[in-house]
């Protein structure tokens, strides 16, 4: 039965698809974890960053026709570890649009205050219950198991950018309403000639 074998086809890849993606989750959090300092620590271009995030979470943003704006307007740099920070700031961009239907817009923009820059990601999605918001960066906790299988994600990822934010010397917070959206703030501190970075 040619139909049934396609149907079965794209349900093992869809499947194989979230393994990786969990797999690849967990490998990240346990070297976040393992690791005291933040490694390949350098100066790290934080517009080059944001849209290098925004790159990353395009078809998942097409799928839903959203869009991602940010203003890169002022040239940011902070002290730390790419790759790690590229995760962390597409993590946030995808909860934006995996959180909030159709057709509705997330934002990235920074602001500098005091030498720490802060990354807002700010969604009109389903939002957070005020009795939940504390408990969303520990790992494994979804808001809503039932619902969110459909989104088929893992509760990982704020997690990661929790961990991400701390070994920079930085922090995450969040900001929610039920139906009206949520805003991600990450703060790090800017970049330092010292070369610094807190573990
Ligand atoms: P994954 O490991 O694939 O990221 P996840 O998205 O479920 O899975 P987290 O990113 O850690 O895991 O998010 C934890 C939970 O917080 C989500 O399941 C969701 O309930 C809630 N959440 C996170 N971001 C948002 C958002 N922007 N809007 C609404 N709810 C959110
Ligand atoms: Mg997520």
Do not use: C
């Not at 802060?118 to 005020?130: L, R, Y």
Request: a negative charge; proline letters at 3%; aromatic letters at 6%.
């Amino acid at each position: 039965d040619p139909a049934a074998v396609q149907r079965f086809a794209s349900s093992l890849q869809r499947e194989a698809n979230r393994l990786g993606h969990i797999v690849q989750e967990i490998i990240e959090l346990s070297r976040l974890q393992s690791a005291t300092y933040v490694a390949d620590s350098g100066m790290v271009n934080l517009n080059e960053v944001i849209s290098d995030a925004i790159d990353r979470t395009q078809i998942a943003a097409e799928a839903k026709q959203m869009r991602v704006l940010t203003d890169t307007s002022e040239q940011v740099f902070v002290t730390g570890n790419y790759e790690q920070l590229a995760i962390a700031i597409t993590n946030l961009i995808e909860n934006a649009i995996n959180y909030s239907p159709e057709n509705t817009k997330v934002s990235v923009t920074t602001e500098i205050e005091d030498g720490i820059v802060q990354i807002s990601v700010t969604d009109q999605g389903i939002g957070i219950p005020e009795s939940d918001q504390a408990r969303i960066f520990e790992r494994f906790y979804r808001v809503d198991p039932a619902r969110s299988r459909e989104t088929g994600g893992t509760g990982l990822g704020l997690s990661i950018v929790k961990h991400v934010a701390t070994k920079h010397g930085g922090d995450v917070s969040v900001w929610s309403a039920p139906a009206v959206g949520s805003t991600f703030a990450l703060r790090l501190p800017i970049y330092s000639n010292t070369g610094e970075t807190n573990s």
